[in-house]
C-alpha cells in the first residue's frame, strides 16, 4: 500500500487561504468517503481535523474544510492564523476486506 | 474524557522483539464499539498506520510489517498490546496508540519513541 502524495510544503499569509492536495487511487481515496486530516505540531501527537472527507469534529474551527474529487482530497485553511502553522496528514481507509488505512506524505503548513 | 497512554522499553537492538502497551482510561475497551490502533513515526518522516484491534481479538495490520507483528488485549487492565519482531534500526520511530473511528483516529496517546541501535 503506498503513501498517499501530498506536497511537501504550503505558505500564505495570515488571514489568507491555502489549500493541501492528497493523492491516492481508486482503492482508496476514490473508493470511499472515509478520507481524514491531521494537524501536527512540533514533539506532538497527531490532531483529528476533518474527518469522511468534510466533517469536522467538535472544537476544531470552521476556518478548515475538506472537499474530494475523483482520486484527490483536499484540506483548505481558511483566514491563516499564526497557530495553523504545523504539518497536516491526509488519511483514507483503504480496504474493506482487511480495513487497512494509509497515511499521506505530509505537508509543512508555514505562516509567513 | 478519553486518555490513551504508551509504555514500554525506548531501547532496543537489532533482531529483538518490540514491546509496547497502551493503557486506555475514559472508556472501556471492551465496551466500546471501536477499534484500538498503532501508528508509526520515523524521525522526521511521516505516519504510518501499522495494526487494528478489537476487544473480541479481531486484528488487521499493515502489510509491511504484518509478518513481524501481534496485537493484544487485555480487557481486565483495559489496555491492548502491540509486539514487533526482528527489529531493525528501520524500526526505530515515535510509536503512539490511537482510537480508531469510522475509519478515523480521533485520540491519540503522547507517542513513545522507540529506538534501534547496537
Known amino acids: 500500500q503506498s503513501a498517499l502524495t501530498q506536497p511537501p510544503s504550503a505558505s500564505g499569509s495570515p488571514g489568507q487561504s491555502v489549500t493541501i492536495s492528497c493523492t491516492g487511487t481508486s482503492n482508496d481515496v476514490g473508493g470511499y468517503n472515509y478520507v481524514s486530516w491531521y494537524q501536527q505540531h512540533p514533539g506532538k501527537a497527531p490532531k483529528l481535523m476533518i474527518y469522511e472527507v468534510t466533517k469536522r469534529p467538535s472544537g476544531v474551527p470552521d476556518r478548515f474544510s475538506g472537499s474530494k474529487s475523483g482520486n484527490t482530497a483536499s484540506l483548505t485553511v481558511s483566514g491563516l492564523q499564526a497557530e495553523d502553522e504545523a504539518d497536516y496528514y491526509c488519511?483514507?481507509?483503504?480496504?474493506?476486506?482487511?480495513?487497512?488505512?494509509?497515511f499521506g506524505t505530509g505537508t509543512k503548513v508555514t505562516v509567513l | 474524557q478519553l486518555h490513551l497512554q504508551e509504555s514500554g522499553p525506548g531501547l532496543l537492538k537489532p533482531s529483538e522483539t518490540l514491546s509496547l502497551t497502551c493503557t486506555v482510561s475514559g472508556d472501556s475497551i471492551s465496551g466500546s464499539t471501536y477499534y484500538w490502533g498503532w501508528i508509526r513515526q520515523p524521525p522526521g518522516k511521516g505516519l504510518e498506520w501499522i495494526g487494528s484491534i478489537f476487544y473480541t481479538g479481531r486484528t488487521f495490520y499493515n502489510p509491511s510489517v504484518r509478518s513481524r507483528m501481534s496485537m493484544s488485549v487485555d480487557t481486565s487492565k483495559n489496555h491492548f498490546s502491540l509486539k514487533l519482531s526482528s527489529v531493525t534500526a528501520a524500526d526505530t520511530s515515535v510509536y503512539y496508540c490511537?482510537?480508531?473511528?469510522?475509519?478515523?483516529?480521533?485520540?491519540w496517546g503522547q507517542g513513545a519513541l522507540v529506538t534501534v541501535s547496537s
Open positions: 488519511s483514507s481507509f483503504a480496504g474493506s476486506d482487511n480495513f487497512l488505512y494509509v
Open positions: 490511537a482510537r480508531v473511528g469510522n475509519s478515523l483516529f480521533d485520540y
